[in-house]
């Protein structure tokens, strides 16, 4: 239905042009044969309306023909109906109440109609092209995102096995000398498990839900540490946004990975979410060893293009990842999303 009111539109508009530039033209004509403007105007439209009208009804109902095809038909249709058109009103002229008189206005209004159809008519099919290339780009996107989404959802589909595999041993190496110790992490894996398992059946999360899980994370990390980590979450938001699941994990676990345990006396994790104006800001902080100290492949750059690809894919070029030394002394990644490509929860 939108489509079809789009196309009346864009028809709407050749005649209102057609219309304008024909009532300029027999100002032109009436200045060469000075008669009523009216005559002069109706037989401007009828060359003018006629070319525009064979466009549109052959192009409806022919539309294999190529579009020299269709040009050419709808010349021939305009000289005719326009030459009948004219002869009709100017016959009671005794100038031109024969057709070899017509010569004049035939070769006149062929002259017009050219003009008026190429440069209308051109500009119709340019409007066309635009459409089609426009509804390209946005294929182009869905399918964009929908490669985004099934990576995430193999994403989803499983938590890294190393750290699974760490996180078992020092609960089995646990259960002997702090039972309560290895109890606190087996409870904070299975609520890892489970909002890991829930999310893998939605294609939105929100800010809450992820807080939860990276908080289950870096508990879990925590309890394998010990001292060499701190951390502490802080979300000043008033409601619970959504946001893509699994989209902060990947940040805090380079934070832990990269930048707290290469660094003998470890450090803190901050992970701060406010809103600013128009702007939601996630800031995920580490006070480890540093973008200086570590090697872009083998540190916090693996998986950021990643992060940063499924942010402006799913949040629009407004939205923003970006890495930077932190004030910690680590480093902060920083994540901006535009308050209205984010829907409020309930």
Not at 90 to 113: C, E, H, W
Not at 127 to 139: G, H
Not at 188 to 193: A, I, N, P, R, S
Not at 240 to 252: C, D, G, M, N, T
């Amino acid at each position: 239905m939108a489509t079809e009111k789009n196309s009346q539109a864009d028809i709407a508009k050749s005649f209102a042009y057609t219309g304008a530039f024909c009532a300029v033209i027999a100002l032109v004509t009436q200045t060469i044969w000075p008669s009523a403007y009216i005559e002069h105007l109706i037989i401007s439209l009828g060359y003018g309306f006629s070319s525009v009208i064979g466009a549109i009804t052959i192009s409806r109902f022919k539309p294999e023909l190529p579009t020299r095809a269709i040009n050419l038909f709808s010349l021939v249709f305009a000289m005719l109906f326009g030459t009948a058109n004219a002869y009709f009103w100017l016959r009671t002229y005794d100038k031109f109440n024969s057709l070899a008189q017509m010569k004049p206005i035939v070769v006149l209004g062929f002259i017009f109609t050219v003009t008026c159809f190429f440069y209308f008519y051109t500009y119709e099919q340019k409007l066309v092209a635009q459409k089609e290339l426009e509804k390209a780009k946005r294929i182009q996107s869905e399918q964009e995102k929908a490669l985004l989404m099934s990576q995430l959802r193999q994403l989803q589909s499983q938590i890294e096995p190393h750290f699974l595999f760490n996180t078992l041993a020092n609960v089995n190496a646990l259960i002997s000398d702090n039972p309560t110790l290895a109890q606190a992490m087996l409870e904070k894996l299975t609520e890892l498990l489970r909002g890991t398992l829930v999310n893998s059946r939605s294609s939105n999360s929100t800010i809450d839900s992820e807080l939860s899980l990276i908080d289950a994370y870096l508990a879990i990390q925590k309890i394998r540490l010990g001292e060499r980590l701190t951390y502490r979450i802080d979300n000043t938001l008033d409601g619970s946004f959504e946001l893509a699941p699994l989209l902060l994990q990947p940040l805090v676990e380079n934070a832990v990975q990269h930048g707290i345990e290469p660094k003998v006396d470890g450090g803190e994790i901050v992970v701060k979410v406010s809103q600013n104006e128009q702007v939601i800001s996630i800031d995920i902080g580490d006070s480890g060893v540093g973008l200086s100290e570590t090697s872009p492949n083998s540190g916090h750059g693996i998986g950021l293009q990643n992060t940063r690809d499924r942010v402006t894919a799913l949040y629009g070029n407004d939205a923003s990842l970006q890495i930077k030394q932190s004030s910690l002394g680590g480093v902060l990644a920083s994540i901006r999303i535009p308050i209205d490509k984010l829907h409020l929860e309930g």
